[in-house]
């Protein structure tokens, strides 16, 4: 049965072909097509605005214009150039071997290698973290560890029928990482497992990618986003580009911590984990762990803690009076923790631990094949084989030095800290950036240019981390420079003093380097530059 038309809508039909007879058939087939297209152009650029900001947008925008005019570009990867020789210092490979000697050395190797380890720098007592256990090298917790790695150094956990005894040592470092940080704790809920990892950037890779499988499983999110503070590790910056996870890099507040009312700004229904760190690599300051737990348990997200650096100290810290924060299992909503055992646990380098909270979500870690010709798969961590010293390595350590020595570490580290704290800011020209909660402080100067400072302790010996953002420096404090610190504040009174009377770069310093780096408003070439660097480096 066929339904009359309403004369409303014929005398409309009429009316749109009267108007539309007087345009070109093309033109009518065109325009919709060309009206989408600059649709999707205008999404584009508002999506990168919204990404990025209109100010680092406009600023892109300009610095790719200059670039086509003829000349500049050149100039450009020139001056480059000039900069990227300057960080590679004194670099030089003449007599660098490219390929296989003829006959080889046999044990006359270790000479040469001993030679070669004389070129490395004077680092005892002089670098910013980097080496965590104390004392000299050869003896002592040094050459417990050396003997333990070297013990077991064929070994390897893939070969889990092999080598018994490394898979057991893997999983009491784990199961003792675990208990210091709350997994005996009531409010843990008693699941916490984990795995051992090459270091912390690889236990924040396998939590992040563990992280967005699991929340893809449970809330079907395809289009995975996380959010974090500008003071988070740049791993989380590596995972996202490994994982293709939309990063948010949300501003810390005025006390350099977490600011949770911005983080909450940025969650949508594609977020799957928000991060906190305890304390955070820059400042040494730790994020309001708590109040980010209840965040995500509100929204049903992922929340992973960072605590590479403070795994080994904030517990026993806690123990011995200092004000802790609660930052561990303890905390709901804390569905996953990275810490680092080759720095404040005092294990050979290259061994930290991932763990979660149940094993509901580090199933999302595994990777298992069952279609290779060369049989049935499946592995935990990012690497198959690992070295299985590494490992033994690590439980030595702490099965060595147990809760009591952790306890006279973190004793005298933080004490160390203190005073290298209260050291710092009776130095008028500087000042600390925030409160630090641990054994990091970093410091900057409204008075003098701190990475000129910074050049200075350079020549003396000391190797710190320059920070931006504002530009300061750090040092992470260590069982190396228990017995160092007054010589440091000596060296850093003196090196401002130095910069203060005779202000300007010092020929061979990097202070010209990183000030420009950090007023550059085009950020992408910083990064070209890093890239740059870090190719011809090897």
Known sequence: MAFPIPPWLNQYRASANSFLSQYEPLILLITPLFSLLIARILQSIFLVIH????????????????????GVKKYIDSEKQKIVDKLQGSSNRDGWRTELPKTGLGDNVLVQMRDEKQKDVTWQGKCSGTVYIGGNENEGHFSLINEACSMFAHTNPLHLSVFPSVVRFEAEVVAMTAAILGSKEKASGGQICGNMTSGGTESILLAVKSSRDYMKAKKGITKPEMIIPVSAHSAYDKAAQYFKIKLWRVPVDKEFRADVKAI??????????????????????????????????????????????????????????????????????????????HKYGLAPKGTSVVLYRNREIRK????????????????????????????????????????????ENTKEIMEASKRIQKGIQDIPELFVIGRPDMSIIAFGSDVVDIFEVNDILSSKGWHLNALQRPNSVHICVTLQHVSVVQIFLKDLRDSV??????????????????????????????????????????
């Open 51 to 70: 990404e990025r900001g209109l100010k680092a947008t406009i600023i892109s925008f300009v610095m790719s214009a200059i670039k086509l005019v003829p």
């Open 264 to 341: 909450k700004r940025y969650i949508n229904k594609n977020t799957i984990m928000i991060v906190g760190s305890a304390p955070g690599f820059p400042h040494g300051i730790i994020d309001p762990i708590e109040e980010l737990g209840d965040l995500a348990s509100s929204y049903q997200i992922c929340f992973h803690v960072d605590l590479c650096l403070g795994g080994f100290v904030l517990p026993f810290a806690r123990k011995l009076g200092y004000p802790v924060p609660p930052f561990d299992f303890t905390v709901q909503g804390v569905t996953s923790i990275s810490v680092d055992v």
């Open 364 to 407: 999302h870690q595994f990777v298992a094949v069952t279609e290779w010709t060369g049989g049935l798969y499946v592995s935990p961590t990012i690497a198959g084989s690992r070295a299985g010293g590494l490992i033994a390595g690590a439980w030595a350590a702490m099965i060595s030095l147990g809760s009591e020595g952790y306890l």
């Open 497 to 538: 003093q130095t910069v203060k009377e005779n202000p300007g770069p010092v020929n061979g310093g990097f202070a010209p380097i990183y000030g420009a780096a950090g007023k550059m408003p085009d950020r992408v070439m910083v990064q070209d530059l890093l890239v740059e660097f870090m190719d011809s480096s090897y």
